[in-house]
């Protein structure tokens, strides 16, 4: 294996560790509460980013071929599991977006994507099986749109459940049924976003955070329809 590959793989696992101290810089947010929400919601932004790209990075050095010692999957859990589960799930009582009295339902879905990462099935070449932990999407939703806090608990507990339902949702860089599209379009949604890290408190946030909403809402029904012909391919060869 030649000296170049192996830095190229070796950057690539960099830079998918870039997520750790991304998510140093949101537990120094959420720290100072809602006066560091900008800041939590932008190194949020980044660490979704990096998730989002190593993936195809990865593919391309080929990182498993090059080095085969080096879990970088591992290593991808575990930055995925801190950057969309835990932080996101303790921003709900940092950011006051659970009544103080229900603060302990924020274990709900720390235990509930615990045991959705460790599934064999989580992933497949296609999909994310169960509620796919977007818990990082949410809390900027319930955040910007000032949601009550007893709608945010009763969001947050019927999202845990449905980790648990074995509905194939779309893996946008993966999935056949529709990938450019999905693509084209989440890269739009990504950008819409920005603004709301920048400035999550400003009176036009939740204007923008409605008008970002199409691209969850096409998300959802394209994942019920590959979900839906995935259960039919199945079905099918079983009989």
């Not at 696992?13 to 537990?27: E, I």
């Not at 560091?36 to 190593?54: E, P, R």
């Not at 509905?167 to 990938?179: D, F, V």
Request: with cysteine.
């Amino acid at each position: 294996m030649t000296p170049s590959r192996q830095v190229m793989a070796w950057a690539v696992h960099c830079y998918t560790g870039l997520g750790l101290p991304l998510a140093f810089v949101q537990v120094l947010a959420l720290s100072q509460g809602r006066s560091g929400a900008s800041v939590f919601f932008l190194a949020m932004w980044a660490a979704c980013v990096v998730d989002s790209t190593d993936g195809t990075l990865a593919r391309r050095v080929r990182v498993r071929e090059v080095l085969p010692g080096f879990d970088g999957r591992k290593l991808d859990d575990i930055v995925d599991y801190l950057n969309f589960v835990f932080l996101p799930v303790l921003a709900l009582p940092a950011l006051g977006l659970l009544d103080p009295g229900l603060t302990w339902l924020a274990v709900v879905p720390l235990c509930a994507s615990g045991y959705g990462f460790c599934q064999e099935r989580a992933k497949t070449e296609e999909s994310f099986v169960g509620f796919p932990s977007y818990w990082n999407v949410l809390v900027l939703y319930l955040y910007v749109l000032a949601v009550p806090p007893v709608v945010s608990a009763s969001v947050v507990v019927g999202l845990s459940i449905l980790v648990f339902v074995p509905i194939h949702y779309i893996y946008p860089s993966k999935a056949k049924l529709l990938r450019r599209t999905t693509l084209a379009f989440g890269s739009v949604w990504a950008l819409m976003l920005i603004p709301l890290c920048l400035v999550p408190d400003a009176p036009w946030a939740p204007v923008v955070a409605w008008g970002s909403i199409p691209f969850p809402l096409y998300y959802l029904i394209v994942s019920v329809v590959h979900h839906v012909r995935n259960h039919r391919r199945e079905t099918a060869v079983t009989t």
